[in-house]
């Protein structure tokens, strides 16, 4: 089989560092170009150290259309904003899509322009739904028909697994309690005020309480898998680690609800699903699931009161693969037909 030639757009930061180490080692994809605003000339690994000695390619600065030409894939690893505009000047292209970044996850215009702070620049890209979600679990058979892939942000990724058994089995309504931990690395690869290590390392902090930019991208997930009269209360907390995310939800069902019942869900939901571990006996973590494309998901089911019952429900991922690159390429292998595993399979770190 030949392999397909990629284009990597933006590719100096962390998720391009992941997106390369995967791929160069790809048996159905040849990394043919990788370009980026900063680094031009260098060579990859003299950016990201440890791919040093695995490929001759150098960062190139190229305008969009340059940059896909005698391309058949495009993986976009820019900053939202950003992407909306490089995908709008390649669009006739031809070329495949697989985009990291949150310009193309929603289908509400207004609900675009609330959370990021500006108008879209195609918004009936958006209602159209032009591009496909890349999230497997919930949206394989669209993914394996799609041209463009919108892969799912980080925080919605870990978020959105956690619930989905509830979501499916008809048990998630009315309101949803959030808090999440992240690492820094998905704060990018350019230092600031708060990923500076003698800061970040002895430190938990709240940001954009209330207001993160993934609220409506779970919303929309959770909805369509059939989550009713939803509304989402969700504090991001900045974590003392470079990789992982650890979320833990809290919803309310009804009284008559077992661990049964949840434990039926979890199996029934996640059934063949090759990245996702239903934990029993512990509760997921972020180091069994650190460097690898895995996500780790339980529950904990509380005493009755009155009418309901609380469940806790716990996920955990590594923000930059499973929740960024590695989920990319996954949904690129459903897209294309490969064996969805390709270059996903190894566990994460141990410790």
């Known amino acids: 089989m030949a392999r397909v030639k990629a284009v990597l757009i933006g590719g100096t930061g962390y998720g391009g560092a992941e997106i390369l180490r995967r791929l160069l080692f790809h048996p159905h994809v040849e990394v043919a170009r990788v370009t980026a605003a900063d680094n031009i000339g260098k060579k990859v690994g003299e950016v990201h150290f440890n791919l040093a000695g695995l490929t001759d390619l150098t960062f190139q600065e190229m305008a969009p259309e340059q940059a896909v030409a005698g391309m058949e894939v495009a993986f976009l690893a820019m900053p939202h904003k950003t992407t909306a505009k490089v995908v709008k000047a390649i669009l006739g292209s031809g070329v495949r899509i697989v985009d990291l970044s949150g310009d193309f996850r929603l289908r509400d215009p207004a609900a675009y322009e609330r959370y990021y702070g500006v108008a879209h620049p195609t918004p009936k890209a958006l ?106 209360d969700f504090v991001p907390v900045s974590a003392p680690l470079p990789r992982g995310i650890f979320a833990t939800s809290f919803v309310d069902v009804p009284s008559s609800t077992t661990a049964e019942h949840l434990r039926e869900a979890w199996t029934r939901c996640y059934a063949g699903e090759p990245f996702v571990r239903v934990v029993e006996g512990r509760q997921p973590e972020v180091v069994s699931v650190s460097g690898g494309n895995y996500v780790e998901v339980g529950f904990t089911l509380g005493a009755p009161t009155g009418s309901t019952r609380r469940v806790v429900c716990f996920s955990a991922l590594d923000n930059l693969v499973k929740g960024g690159a590695g989920q990319a390429i996954q949904s690129f292998n459903v897209m294309m037909g490969h064996d969805e595993t390709l270059t996903l399979k190894e566990p994460g770190l141990w410790p």
Do not use: W
Not at 179 to 204: C, D, F, I, K, W
């Open 127 to 232: 209602t159209d739904g032009l591009f496909t979600y890349g999230m497997p679990e919930v949206n394989r058979a669209a993914i394996a028909k799609a041209r463009y892939i919108a892969s799912p942000g980080c925080f919605a990724t870990t978020i959105a697994l956690g619930l989905l058994p509830l979501a499916r089995a008809g048990m998630l309504t009315g309101p949803v309690h959030t808090v999440a931990a992240t690492g820094s690395s998905g704060s990018g690869a350019n230092p600031q005020l708060t990923t500076h290590h003698p800061l970040r390392a002895v430190n938990l902090r709240t940001y954009k309480p209330l207001d993160h930019q993934h609220i409506p991208e779970i919303l929309q997930t959770l909805h369509g898998a059939g989550g009713r009269e939803l509304a989402l």
